[in-house]
């Protein structure tokens, strides 16, 4: 099995950054799909980047340009560096892993705040 557990959340004012950690543990695989994604109140989980399987990244269009997605060369440890941070990405943001041999997994999430 696999465990993930992130880190990093908190509030933001606009125009700020954060950066995220998601820490793997367990049966990882170095061709595992890892993957950030967002849910805000009363709107459906959303994908916000991700690493394929052959180490890829792609972006919602929505982060495209702010956001960046980053991991260690183990595969243990994916990063979210967030900038320009905006009230619209207000959400609860989970990391997520889908292993090589079928496992899906999901963080506990944690919450990111941008306010003033």
């Not at 009363?42 to 980047?49: D, F, I, T």
């Not at 052959?54 to 979210?80: E, H």
Request: aromatic residues 10%; hydrophobic residues 35%.
């Amino acid at each position: 099995q696999v465990q993930l557990v992130e880190s990093g959340g908190g509030l933001v004012q606009p125009g700020g950054s954060l950066r995220l950690s998601c820490a793997a543990s367990g049966r990882i695989f170095s061709r595992d799909i890892m993957a950030w994604y967002r849910q805000a109140p009363g709107k459906e989980r959303e994908l916000v980047a991700v690493f394929t399987s052959d180490g890829l990244t792609n972006y919602a269009d929505s982060v495209r340009g702010r956001f960046t997605i980053s991991r260690d060369n183990a595969k243990t440890m994916m990063y979210l560096e967030m900038n320009s941070l905006k009230p619209e990405d207000t959400a609860v943001y989970y990391c997520w892993r889908h292993t090589s041999v079928g496992d899906t997994v999901w963080g506990q999430g944690t919450q990111v705040t941008v306010s003033s």
